[in-house]
């Protein structure tokens, strides 16, 4: 006969299964519209440098508020949420993000649109951790690394679809108008993780913790688990830093080379398109090849493509545009999984909120140092400067090979 701690688990198990389609459909839709508040800026930015006559540095600083404020409070919005449940700090936060989006359509000079940005990064700051958390808790045991590879594949949807949908309604509209369109679609998302995201019980939540932690407590030690962990967001960091100032300089590279504002948009759409087609092509190399041997070859091809970029006419860029994009986003695909099977399961919210908090800061830094590297040199020189520091990846790879072969090898045994 089952003893009642089982009994309980395997009812908390068997209730959860029909939830799990919600909680995915609810995490990828905000992943969708915080990815996409995030890189419509990249389509903004060259608009508000003609409307507020800002400098390259100041264009920098605009990104970073955005991305600053939202790296900072990825821990405080963990820890927040075991407090208030996931679903209510995700839905405020979400509605937050939504309302200064509404607010920068009302915008009329450099400093409120940067206390906008700040409070809309704010609202931003809830989604990767609690929505990385919710997917991870809901689908533990049973398709994680294909559940988290749906939910981050969502991201880049929004990253193709709002930058070109931002830059066909400011050329429609004006870019006011595009803020507040946006901002009205957000409170509308808000409102429905509300209904998708269910509430879960204590006795769920400590039934699922347990269960999830009997089956992988054994699969590494603390130290080796710690120093895979670190390894990782510190690939992270620089991924994140060299993607996100190279984003920021995209966009006037490409105007320095020609293309109008609807050209810029259709670029970046490319590029996330390419992003989001390098979760797939990715995965697979890391299936086939490893994941170790798959981060050298994408880091290897994003300094290519990068390099290439700088030397080749509009049209060419245009085409290199997807390939880049494919590089650009994979070493990030293939280890963002990798963090649920680093920490143990009552600590994923803070585990992927510290690694968020590594990378997003990274890349809320970078733009002001592209930006100031740019206004001192010249853009391709900064862009240059970005390619190359994808060499510290390889070192940092090294700490990280014992926690991955010793992941495999589990999941060999419980295949």
């Known amino acids: 006969m089952p003893n009642a701690s089982g009994s309980s688990a395997v009812a908390a198990?068997?209730?959860?299964?029909?939830?799990?389609?919600?909680?995915?459909?609810?995490?990828c839709g905000a992943h969708i519209l915080h990815d996409?508040?995030?890189?419509?800026?990249?389509?903004?930015?060259?608009?508000?440098q003609v409307a507020f006559g800002l400098s390259f540095a100041e264009i920098g600083l605009l990104k970073t508020a955005y991305s600053g404020s939202m790296a900072a409070l990825q821990m405080p919005a963990s820890l927040a949420a075991e407090k208030l449940g996931e679903r209510v700090v995700l839905a405020l936060g979400t509605a937050l993000?939504?309302?200064?989006?509404?607010?920068?359509?009302?915008?009329?000079?450099?400093?409120t649109l940067v206390a906008c940005l700040v409070l809309g990064g704010v609202g931003s700051s809830v989604q990767h951790p609690l929505s990385s958390s919710l997917t991870a808790r809901a689908f533990d045991g049973r398709g994680l690394r294909a559940a988290l590879g749906t939910y981050n594949f969502s991201g880049d949807l929004g990253k193709m679809l709002f930058p070109a949908a931002t830059a066909?309604?400011?050329?429609?509209?004006?870019?006011?108008?595009?803020?507040?369109?946006?901002?009205?679609?957000?409170?509308?998302?808000?409102?429905?993780?509300?209904?998708?995201?269910?509430?879960?019980?204590?006795?769920?939540?400590?039934?699922?913790?347990?269960?999830?932690?009997r089956s992988s407590v054994f699969q590494l030690s603390p130290e080796m688990a710690r120093r895979g962990f670190v390894a990782l967001s510190a690939i992270g960091v620089i991924d994140s830093a060299t993607r996100m100032g190279f984003l920021t300089l995209?966009?006037?590279?490409?105007?320095?080379?020609?293309?109008?504002?609807?050209?810029?948009g259709t670029a970046l759409t490319l590029v996330f398109a390419g992003g989001a087609a390098g979760k797939f092509v990715c995965g697979f190399a890391a299936e086939r090849v490893g994941v170790l041997c798959t981060v050298i070859l994408t880091e290897i091809a994003?300094?290519?493509?990068?390099?290439?970029?700088?030397?080749?006419?509009?049209?060419?860029?245009?085409?290199?545009?997807?390939?880049?994009?494919?590089?650009?986003?994979?070493?990030?695909?293939v280890l963002y999984g990798t963090v649920a099977?680093?920490?143990?399961?009552?600590?994923?919210a803070r585990a992927f909120g510290f690694f968020y908090t590594c990378t997003i800061g990274a890349g809320a830094l970078s733009p002001v140092a592209a930006g100031a590297l740019s206004d001192a040199v010249s853009i391709p020189l900064a862009m240059m400067a970005?390619?190359?520091?994808?060499?510290?990846?390889?070192?940092?790879?090294?700490?990280?090979?014992?926690?991955?072969?010793?992941?495999?090898?589990?999941?060999e045994m419980g295949s």
């Open 97 to 111: 993000a939504a309302g200064a989006f509404l607010l920068i359509g009302t915008s009329g000079s450099f400093l």
């Open 341 to 348: 099977e680093l920490a143990r399961p009552e600590r994923r």
């Open 13 to 27: 198990r068997q209730e959860g299964v029909p939830r799990r389609g919600r909680v995915l459909a609810a995490c």
């Open 168 to 213: 066909w309604l400011v050329a429609m509209w004006q870019w006011h108008m595009a803020a507040a369109a946006v901002g009205l679609l957000g409170v509308v998302i808000a409102a429905a993780l509300l209904r998708l995201v269910p509430s879960r019980s204590a006795n769920q939540r400590s039934a699922g913790a347990a269960e999830a932690e």
């Open 36 to 48: 996409g508040y995030s890189d419509l800026l990249y389509v903004l930015l060259p608009v508000w």
């Open 250 to 264: 995209l966009p006037f590279l490409l105007g320095d080379k020609g293309a109008s504002l609807t050209g810029i």
């Open 386 to 411: 970005l390619a190359l520091s994808l060499i510290l990846v390889l070192p940092l790879i090294l700490p990280l090979q014992p926690a991955l072969r010793r992941l495999a090898m589990v999941a």
């Open 302 to 333: 994003t300094i290519s493509s990068i390099l290439a970029a700088l030397v080749l006419p509009l049209g060419a860029i245009f085409v290199l545009l997807p390939v880049l994009g494919v590089a650009l986003n994979g070493t990030s695909s």
